[in-house]
C-alpha cells in the first residue's frame, strides 16, 4: 500500500449576509453569507478494511458538529451500519436537550438496506422514512405501467429493459443496446441522500454513507462541510418536506428559482433529486461549456447523455478522464466501454472499497459533489442532494486528489476491468466484504481463487460509417 495522501481542508471566510432563507432572492442571483465551505476527500487506499472506527477525516468532521450541537440535529441518511461512535453522539446530544430529528430510506417491504439502521430508530424514535410514499407511488406505477420495446436489437443474455444508443464520432457512428441481465421489476424509490443539518447552521453532506465502509474510510468519498446559514436553510426546508410533510421522490415541489451562496471566494449551487433534476438542468450544460479538462470519479456512470456530452467535449479537444467503481463496471448499462471506444481515457479502479464518489472538477474551476449517482434515477427519481462549487482553489485540491488516485491505478486498468471480488482489487479477499454483491466473500468467492472465472461479457458495442448521413441513426447497417 502507498503512502496516505495529505487531506487538506479549505476555508473561505466572509462578511454579513442573509441569515435565513427567506431572505434569498429567487432569480438565481448568489446572495453572500458569513461562513466557510471545506472538501474532504477520502483516499480509500489508507484502510484496508471496512471500520467501527471514526478515524477518517470525513467521519471526524461529522463527529465533531454532532457533538457540538447545542440546539437541533436533522439528518436524511440512507441507512447505517456500524459507526457506534456517530450513534452514541447522536443519542447523547438528545439526552441533553438537543432536537434530534432523522430521515432513512425503506423499500417496499419496510426494510432498510443498513443492518445498524433499526437500532439507531429505536435508539432515537424520531425516525422517519419514505415507506409511506414508495407504497402510493408503486401502486399508481402498477395502474401506469406499460410495455414498449425500443427499436434495436437486443444483446444476447440481457432480459431487462432496453436502452438504445448512438454517438456521433464524426465520420462514424457508435452504436449500441444496452440492457440488465436480469428482468428488472419495478421496486420502491430510494431516499438515497447523505446529509446532517446542525443547529441550522452546519451542514455536512456528499456521498458517504454512514457505515464501515462509508464514514469508516473504506470507500473513495467526497464530503462537503458546510458553515452557512443561508445553505442549511436550504437543506432544512428539503428535510422538512421529507419529514414534516412526508413528501418524497416526485411528490416535491419544483423551487421556484435556483439556490446559489456565496462564501468568501466561493459560489456555491445547491439542487435537490428528483424536482430539480440536476443532470439535465445543470451537469449536462457544464460539461458542455467545458473548454480545457474534465476529470470525473463516479460510482455508476449510466446515464445516456451525460456520456454523450463527454463525447462531444472530448471531441471538441476538452481532456476527459473517468475513474469508475469496479462494480459499477459490471453493470449492464454502463457506459464507460463506449467512452473508451470514442478515445477517452477510462480507469476502473482496483481497489478493495468503492470509487463511491459521484463528482468532478472542470476547467480548474467547478467542482461537482453529492449523493446523486450519474444515472437516469439518481436525476429524477430518487431523494438527492448536488452542490456546484465554483472555486479554482477548491477545484485545485480535488484536483491534486484525483491525480494521485489516477496514478494509484495500474494502466492494465484503462483497457480491461478489474474483478471487484478477486485477487485483482488489493484488498478484496481479505476485508471480509461481499465486494460484488454475489452472497460470497473472501475465499468462498470463486474470483478469489486461483483459477478466477472470467468476469461476465458486457452489451457489444459497434462504430459503423456514417456513409454520407448527417446524423447517428440507430440500427444503421454496418
Given at each position: 500500500?502507498?503512502?496516505?495522501?495529505?487531506?487538506?481542508?479549505?476555508?473561505?471566510?466572509?462578511?454579513?449576509?442573509?441569515?435565513?432563507?427567506?431572505?434569498?432572492?429567487?432569480?438565481?442571483t448568489?446572495?453572500?453569507?458569513?461562513?466557510?465551505?471545506?472538501?474532504?476527500?477520502?483516499?480509500?487506499?489508507?484502510?484496508?478494511?471496512?471500520?467501527?472506527?471514526?478515524?477518517?477525516?470525513?467521519?471526524?468532521?461529522?463527529?465533531?458538529?454532532?457533538?457540538?450541537?447545542?440546539?437541533?440535529?436533522?439528518?436524511?441518511?440512507?441507512?447505517?451500519?456500524?459507526?457506534?461512535?456517530?450513534?452514541?453522539?447522536?443519542?447523547?446530544?438528545?439526552?441533553?436537550?438537543v432536537v434530534?430529528?432523522?430521515?432513512?430510506?425503506r423499500?417496499?417491504?419496510?426494510?432498510?438496506?443498513?443492518?445498524?439502521?433499526?437500532?439507531?430508530?429505536?435508539?432515537?424514535?424520531?425516525?422517519?422514512?419514505?415507506?409511506?410514499?414508495?407504497?402510493?407511488?408503486?401502486?399508481?406505477?402498477?395502474?401506469?405501467?406499460?410495455?414498449?420495446?425500443?427499436?434495436?436489437?437486443?444483446p444476447?443474455?440481457?432480459?431487462?429493459?432496453?436502452?438504445?444508443?448512438?454517438?456521433?464520432?464524426?465520420?462514424?457512428?457508435?452504436?449500441?443496446?444496452?440492457a440488465?441481465?436480469?428482468?428488472?421489476?419495478?421496486?420502491?424509490?430510494?431516499?438515497?441522500?447523505?446529509?446532517?443539518?446542525?443547529?441550522?447552521?452546519?451542514?455536512?453532506?456528499?456521498?458517504?454513507?454512514?457505515?464501515?465502509?462509508g464514514?469508516?474510510?473504506?470507500?473513495?468519498?467526497?464530503?462537503?462541510?458546510?458553515?452557512?446559514?443561508?445553505?442549511?436553510?436550504?437543506?432544512?426546508?428539503?428535510?422538512?418536506?421529507?419529514?414534516?410533510?412526508?413528501?418524497?421522490?416526485?411528490?416535491?415541489?419544483?423551487?421556484?428559482?435556483?439556490?446559489?451562496?456565496?462564501?468568501?471566494?466561493?459560489?456555491?449551487?445547491?439542487?435537490?433529486?428528483?424536482?430539480?433534476?440536476?443532470?439535465?438542468?445543470?451537469?449536462?450544460?457544464?460539461?458542455?461549456?467545458?473548454?480545457?479538462?474534465?476529470?470525473?470519479?463516479v460510482?455508476?456512470?449510466?446515464?445516456?447523455?451525460?456520456?454523450?456530452?463527454?463525447?462531444?467535449?472530448?471531441?471538441?479537444?476538452?481532456?476527459?478522464?473517468?475513474?469508475?467503481?469496479?462494480?459499477?463496471?459490471?453493470?449492464?448499462?454502463?457506459?464507460?466501454?463506449?467512452l473508451?471506444?470514442?478515445?477517452?481515457a477510462?480507469?476502473?479502479?482496483?481497489?478493495?472499497?468503492?470509487?463511491?464518489?459521484?463528482?468532478?472538477?472542470i476547467?480548474?474551476?467547478?467542482?461537482?459533489t453529492?449523493?446523486?449517482?450519474?444515472?437516469?434515477?439518481?436525476?429524477?427519481?430518487?431523494?438527492?442532494?448536488?452542490?456546484?462549487?465554483?472555486?479554482?482553489?477548491?477545484?485545485?485540491?480535488?484536483?491534486?486528489?484525483?491525480e494521485?488516485?489516477?496514478?494509484?491505478?495500474?494502466?492494465?486498468?484503462?483497457?480491461a476491468?478489474?474483478?471487484?471480488e478477486s485477487?485483482?482489487?488489493?484488498?478484496?479477499?481479505?476485508?471480509?466484504?461481499?465486494?460484488?454483491?454475489?452472497?460470497?466473500?473472501?475465499?468462498?468467492?470463486?474470483?478469489?481463487?486461483?483459477?478466477?472465472?472470467?468476469?461476465?461479457?458486457?452489451?457489444?458495442?459497434?462504430?459503423?460509417?456514417?456513409?454520407?448521413?448527417?446524423?447517428?441513426?440507430?440500427?444503421?447497417?454496418?
Open positions: 500500500m502507498r503512502s496516505v495522501l495529505p487531506l487538506i481542508s479549505l476555508f473561505g471566510m466572509l462578511a454579513c449576509g442573509p441569515k435565513s432563507s427567506t431572505d434569498i432572492p429567487t432569480d438565481g448568489a446572495v453572500a453569507d458569513e461562513g466557510s465551505i471545506r472538501l474532504i476527500l477520502n483516499d480509500p487506499t489508507q484502510f484496508e478494511r471496512p471500520t467501527d472506527n471514526c478515524d477518517a477525516e470525513h467521519c471526524q468532521a461529522l463527529l465533531e458538529i454532532i457533538e457540538g450541537a447545542t440546539q437541533s440535529i436533522d439528518f436524511a441518511i440512507y441507512g447505517m451500519r456500524n459507526q457506534t461512535k456517530i450513534r452514541d453522539a447522536l443519542v447523547a446530544a438528545k439526552s441533553r436537550g434530534v430529528r432523522g430521515v432513512v430510506d423499500d417496499l417491504e419496510g426494510k432498510n438496506y443498513y443492518s445498524s439502521t433499526e437500532a439507531l430508530v429505536d435508539a432515537l424514535g424520531d425516525v422517519r422514512s419514505d415507506l409511506k410514499a414508495d407504497r402510493k407511488i408503486a401502486k399508481q406505477e402498477a395502474r401506469d405501467r406499460y410495455d414498449r420495446e425500443p427499436k434495436c436489437e437486443r444476447e443474455g440481457f432480459e431487462g429493459p432496453l436502452q438504445c444508443l448512438a454517438y456521433d464520432l464524426g465520420e462514424s457512428c457508435l452504436l449500441a443496446a444496452h440488465s441481465r436480469e428482468p428488472l421489476e419495478g421496486g420502491a424509490k430510494i431516499m438515497h441522500d447523505k446529509f446532517f443539518i446542525v443547529d441550522r447552521r452546519f451542514v455536512w453532506t456528499g456521498s458517504t454513507n454512514v457505515s464501515d465502509s464514514t469508516g474510510g473504506y470507500n473513495a468519498n467526497l464530503v462537503t462541510v458546510v458553515d452557512s446559514k443561508v445553505l442549511a436553510g436550504w437543506y432544512t426546508d428539503e428535510f422538512e418536506q421529507m419529514y414534516v410533510e412526508g413528501k418524497y421522490h416526485g411528490r416535491k415541489p419544483k423551487p421556484s428559482g435556483q439556490k446559489k451562496v456565496t462564501l468568501g471566494d466561493a459560489e456555491l449551487e445547491v439542487y435537490f433529486s428528483p424536482q430539480e433534476s440536476p443532470i439535465s438542468s445543470r451537469l449536462r450544460p457544464l460539461i458542455r461549456g467545458a473548454k480545457d479538462r474534465i476529470d470525473v470519479a460510482f455508476f456512470l449510466t446515464h445516456k447523455h451525460i456520456v454523450g456530452d463527454l463525447i462531444d467535449a472530448y471531441r471538441r479537444g476538452v481532456r476527459v478522464r473517468v475513474i469508475l467503481d469496479a462494480t459499477g463496471a459490471k453493470n449492464g448499462y454502463t457506459k464507460h466501454e463506449l473508451r471506444a470514442a478515445g477517452i477510462v480507469k476502473v479502479e482496483h481497489w478493495g472499497g468503492k470509487m463511491h464518489m459521484k463528482s468532478a472538477v476547467d480548474g474551476e467547478t467542482v461537482i453529492g449523493s446523486m449517482n450519474w444515472t437516469s434515477s439518481g436525476d429524477t427519481k430518487n431523494d438527492e442532494n448536488t452542490i456546484i462549487v465554483h472555486s479554482p482553489a477548491l477545484a485545485k485540491q480535488y484536483e491534486a486528489f484525483f494521485t488516485i489516477w496514478n494509484d491505478i495500474p494502466d492494465a486498468w484503462l483497457t476491468n478489474p474483478d471487484p485477487k485483482d482489487s488489493t484488498t478484496a479477499c481479505s476485508d471480509g466484504v461481499d465486494n460484488d454483491f454475489d452472497h460470497d466473500a473472501d475465499a468462498e468467492d470463486p474470483g478469489c481463487g486461483d483459477d478466477a472465472p472470467p468476469l461476465p461479457a458486457l452489451p457489444p458495442w459497434r462504430i459503423v460509417p456514417k456513409n454520407g448521413r448527417l446524423t447517428c441513426e440507430l440500427g444503421m447497417a454496418e
